[in-house]
């Protein structure tokens, strides 16, 4: 039980605080990449893309 104190809990606590983190390194690389793709575009294709990212999440606002 000592030992379990000083690493900062089970395994299996420390699989559950790593998903967080890897979830965020997962968005982060999806977010490089349709930041990529949105520099592509036109303005005419930014304004159908960001139509359809308002629609999907109508109560937040694009942050390209």
């Known amino acids: 039980m000592a030992v379990h104190l000083i690493i900062g809990g089970t395994p299996t606590s420390s699989?559950?605080?790593?998903?967080?983190?890897?979830?965020?390194?997962?968005?982060?690389?999806?977010?490089?990449?349709?930041?990529?793709?949105?520099?592509?575009?036109?303005?005419?294709?930014?304004?159908?893309f960001d139509a359809l990212q308002q629609a999907a999440s109508p109560e937040k606002p694009h942050t390209w």
């Open 15 to 48: 699989l559950r605080r790593q998903r967080p983190r890897r979830a965020m390194l997962t968005i982060a690389k999806r977010r490089a990449r349709i930041d990529e793709f949105y520099a592509t575009l036109s303005s005419e294709q930014r304004a159908r």
